[in-house]
């Protein structure tokens, strides 16, 4: 069974920057691609970026250039780190362990998902 954990959600100006991350355990980390999803109310999830065992990314196109996916093998934990952050951006994020890159993008194939952090962007 895997466990995972997010945090460094809060609340910031835009224009700020906040990084979250997701600590894994139960499992054999290195050896699995992880997503980070984000749902704002009334919208449905969406995918924001994912990595690859070999650290292989994808971006949605609205936050290209802004957040940036990295992992950390050795802590068992993957990071969302936001820059430049819009009003738009509020939602929470969810991270999710084990999925598949195809096609350029990310399958969330497996049950585990992450409790979520919030995080809100005021203007």
């Known amino acids: 069974q895997v466990q995972l954990v997010e945090s460094g959600g809060g609340l910031v100006q835009a224009g700020q920057s906040l990084r979250l991350s997701c600590a894994a355990s139960?499992?054999?980390?290195?050896?699995?691609?992880m997503g980070w999803y984000r749902q704002a109310p009334g919208k449905q999830r969406e995918l924001v970026a994912a990595?690859?065992?070999?650290?292989?990314?994808y971006y949605a196109d609205s936050v290209k250039g802004r957040f940036t996916i990295s992992r950390d093998n050795a802590k068992n934990t993957v990071y969302l780190q936001m820059n430049n952050l819009k009003p738009e951006d509020t939602a929470g994020y969810y991270c999710h362990y084990g999925g598949a890159f195809y096609r350029g993008s990310y399958v969330p194939n497996t049950s585990y998902w992450g409790q979520g952090t919030q995080v809100t962007v005021s203007s």
């Open positions: 990595i690859s065992t070999g650290s292989s990314t």
């Open positions: 139960g499992s054999t980390f290195s050896i699995n691609a």
